[in-house]
Structure formats: structure tokens, C-alpha cells
């Protein structure tokens, strides 16, 4: 079995602060395998962010984190790679979308020009020209009409949805073989986020790009991911497949995440108990919904 | 460079600034040719035309010793403008670069540097530069240097403020993440956004260093005669006052016009590049 893309065991993140130590992954497993589209579903604060700017290498840089545990990536630890090394990864074989598409794209160059210095991270040499055929092509993929007009364009003169696609094309154009969507369209309106999430599933479907989703819309991981890992307070409380998960939660924290879901049918807001006994109780993950091979 | 000209005309004012900026940058150049005395600029004595009030051919009249005053305010409008811009060449290139390594990096970095900045900011400039004016030579090139040292500082101060603001910005965390170096990130995705901000800035303060370099030359400590200078020329007529009125006035409507002008043309640019302060 080849290794997957990516693989994190027992990761604990804690920050240094003048009041001591404050611990916000108590522990976290979970492998997206290849061409596995993966979410990771929690409220705000549980910590699905950081464990995703774990991934790409971002939080280590800081000072006062202090992070134990495994991380291997395509059979790597990363860890044990080289700052240098690491460096290598990012933007070639990792690559991250943002909540904010258009706040993503630095307002004073053309379109154009941010792709191609993206596109020179994998290739250094690669001329002006020839980045923008690239880049036309790859626009034209995340479907986007008149490529050359988009890439002359400013970030301000494009719609949030345009820019969203402009991102996905960007992520996706030095071939990474994992993706990590940080609660993407979070900043867009319901309808053009649905249209861009079903265009970037068969983009990466198509890339066979390995994606680690984290949205905080269970409605969004249902169309979008193969299996799910439900957050909670730092910890892996629940993983399943998504059919399964939607049909059959089994953990009173996801219970409780699925009945939190306002209905369009109306019928109010709906009452759930902030945090239940039940939820803290067994933070100890209930069985069998942990992760396979993890330390729960 | 449509909307540029529908602003300059929609505000009569900035229309206004363009013009008294192009009316002194001009003079300063083309000096050689406008003057009618050139040769006034320099230790000139005419003891038979001296202290003459406004009349042709001397239009602003003739200084203590015979200098045709118009051919004297070209010239040291040439010697402010050096002054101004080489000030801001030097002050500006500093302070921006301290500004953006302290906002970008913050921690002790910060810390270090804008307390640095603080110790500057917390002496008064003219005391600065009057002391430093007063170890040092009173040449040009120490004026130039005086003045420098104390306006740094405000350029750190607005881009260390501005970098703190674009640093939060998605496009500096996605800069970090597809791996851009750090140089990249503070030079050419951060600086490029407090451009705008900055060229106000400069255009406002070249008519401010242009008065404070006026002021340390009429103290005595800036520009040496003969050469010529409006805050000299002032201090020098000032003692004949109100007899000899033009010696003051028009060195003195000199610098009024160029820090008018260039607040002006700051105002304008604000507003061509949506700046707000």
C-alpha cells in the first residue's frame, strides 16, 4: 500500500503564554489517502484552522507554539524535514484556498502577474508568455469565459466567485498533490459557494488532488467530501464516511452539530444545549469512531 | 490619467498646487535662463544699485549690496529643492524600510526599533537639528543631514502602522503559504500597497523640509552666504524691517508659495490615490 498523502498521529499543539501553557489539540489523528477528499467539521475554536496551518508549516514558525506528534506527508515526516525542504513543499506539492477569496489576491497586481509568480515557484524560468498560456488554460478549466481578459484584470475589478475560481486555479496549478481548503467561500454568497464547490470537486477530481476540507457547513461537507472528521475541543471526537455520518451520527457532539443546522422549512431556530455532559464527558472518543490505528 | 485630470479639475485648489509646484520646480531649473543677474547668485558687490526698492530691472528690488533679489530667489529655490529632495531620498528609503521590518516582524524586533524611533520622535526636530548643526559644520550637507535625522522617523511611524494593517491581509498569508521569502513578501507585496500613502507624505513634506530648512538657515545654521537662501535672506532683511521691506517679503512670499504648493499638490495626490490619513 503506498503511503498516503497525508498522515498526522497524536499531533498536540499547545501555545506558551504569560498564564502558562495553553493546550488547543489534545491529540488529533487522521490520513487522507490519495485522491481522497477529506473535511474536517467543527464549530468555531475547536481548532480545525490551526491544524491546517500545522499542515502547511505555517503555525511551527511561530514563536510560543510548541507542536508534538506525527505529521508525514506522501511518507515524509515532516518534521524531520529541513526548514529548506519544507520551504520546497509549499506552493508546489501543498497548496491552501482561503475563506476570502478576493482578500487573497494582493489588489495592486493584475491577475496575471500573481499567476505567474505562482507558476514560477515550480518553475523558475518560465517566461512571461508561456505563464500566461498556462495560466489561461488553467482559468479556462475552473471555467472561466475570457481567461485573457481576467488575467489583465485587478482583483477588485472581478466578482468574489470569479476570484474564488482564480484561486482554485491558482492552488491547483503547480500540480499539488494535496489541497487544503480553509473554510473556502466562507466570504461568498450560498449560491455562487455551491457553484464553485461542485467546480472544484471535479477540478480536483480530475488532478487526483488529495483535499483536507474544513468548513464548519456540515450542508458544504456533504457534497463535497468522501469522509468526514468531526472536531471537538482539540480532539478527533468522530470519523466516518459521509453517507454513514449523515445517516448515522454517532457521537452526541455530531447529533447535536446535525440538529443545530437551521431548517429553510422554517420551525425556528433550533434549541440545542450549548455543551452537554454527554459531549465532555467522553472526550475520550466513543467507540468506534475514532480513528483506525490512532491513539483515539 | 483621466480620472487624475477630472479630479485636478473638479478642485480648483489641487488645480492650483500643480501650478505653483510647476512655477517653482521650473524657476529652479531653468534659474540660468530667467534670471536677469546670474551672476547675483555669487559674491557680487554693486554699491551702486544697493537697497533699491522694486523697480525695473531689478523687480523685487536689490539686497545690502547690490544683488538683484528675483535672480537670488531663483537660485535658492534651486538649492531648497536639492535640499528637499535629497532629504526625503535618504530620510525616506530609511524610515520605510525600519517601518516595514518592525510591522512585519513585531516581537523584540519591533519593540527595539520603534522605541528607537520613539527616542527620535520625542526631541524636538528644530532642537535635533540645531544641535546636531552645532557640533557639526553648518554647511549644506550638514543641514541636509541634520534635517534627515529628524524626519525619518515619521516614515517608520506610517508604514510600521500601514504594514500592520496589510500584514493581516489574505493575500500576505497566501504569499507565506505557496512560499514566498520573506524580502518578497515585505517588498513586494506589503510596499507596494503603502505607495500611495507614502508619495503623499513626500509631497507634503517637501514643502515642510523646505521651511525647516529655512528656519535652521535663518538661525545661521544652514546654507552659508553667498549663496543663496530664502531662510537667510529673510533673517538678513529682517533687521531692516520695515524700511527696507522687500529684502523680507519676497524671500518670505517665496517660501509661502513653495510649501503652499507643495501642501496643495499632497492634498490632490490624497486624493487621486484615495488615500486617507
Sequence with gaps: ?296 | MRRTLAILAGNPLSALGVLLIALVVLSAIFADFIAPFPEHRGAVVDFVNFNKPPEWPYIFGTDLVGRDLFSRILYAYRISLILGVVVLAVAVPIGVTVGLVAGYFGGWTEAILMRITDVFLSIPPLVLAMSMMGLLEPTLTNGMLAVTAMWWPWYTRLVYNLTRAEKEEGYVLAAEVIGASKAHIIFREILPNCVPSILTKMTLDLGFVILIASSLSFLGLGVQPPTPDLGSMVAEGAKYLPDSWWLTVFPGLAILVAVFGFNLLGDALREIFGVDQ
Design chain 1, 1 to 296: 500500500m503506498t503511503a498516503p498523502t497525508l498522515l498526522i498521529r497524536d499531533l498536540h499543539l499547545g501555545f506558551k503564554t504569560y498564564g502558562g501553557l495553553v493546550e488547543v489539540l489534545h491529540g488529533i489523528s487522521l490520513h487522507i489517502g490519495q485522491g481522497e477528499r477529506v473535511a474536517l467539521v467543527g464549530e468555531s475554536g475547536s481548532g480545525k484552522s490551526v491544524t491546517a496551518r500545522l499542515v502547511i508549516g505555517l503555525l511551527q514558525m511561530m514563536r510560543g507554539a510548541r507542536v508534538s506528534g506525527l505529521l508525514q506527508f506522501e511518507g515524509r515526516n515532516l518534521e524531520k524535514l529541513s526548514a529548506a525542504e519544507r520551504h520546497a513543499l509549499r506552493g508546489t506539492r501543498m497548496s491552501m484556498i482561503f475563506q476570502d477569496p478576493t482578500s487573497s489576491l494582493n489588489p495592486i497586481y493584475t491577475v496575471g502577474a500573481q499567476f505567474q509568480e505562482v507558476l514560477r515557484r515550480a518553475a523558475p524560468a518560465i517566461d512571461r508568455a508561456a505563464a500566461m498560456e498556462k495560466a489561461a488554460r488553467l482559468l479556462d478549466e475552473v471555467l472561466i469565459p475570457d481567461p485573457a481578459r481576467v488575467l489583465a484584470s485587478y482583483p477588485f475589478q472581478l466578482s468574489g466567485g470569479m476570484n474564488q475560481r482564480v484561486m482554485i486555479a491558482m492552488a491547483l496549478a503547480n500540480e499539488p498533490s494535496l489541497l487544503i481548503a480553509d473554510e473556502p467561500g466562507t466570504a461568498l454568497d450560498v449560491t455562487v459557494q455551491a457553484q464553485t464547490l461542485r467546480l472544484m470537486r471535479d477540478v480536483v477530481e480530475r488532478h487526483g488532488t488529495s483535499v483536507l476540507f474544513i468548513s464548519h457547513n456540515l450542508g458544504v461537507v456533504r457534497e463535497f467530501a468522501d469522509r468526514v472528521y468531526v472536531i471537538y475541543k482539540g480532539r478527533i471526537v468522530e470519523q466516518a464516511r459521509t453517507a454513514d455520518l449523515f445517516e448515522n451520527p454517532r457521537h452526541p457532539y455530531t447529533q447535536a452539530l446535525m440538529r443545530a443546522i437551521p431548517r429553510v422549512t422554517g420551525g425556528g431556530l433550533p434549541e440545542i444545549e450549548e455543551e452537554s455532559e454527554r459531549f465532555l464527558e467522553p472526550l475520550v472518543v466513543h467507540e468506534g469512531c475514532g480513528e483506525p490505528g490512532g491513539m483515539a
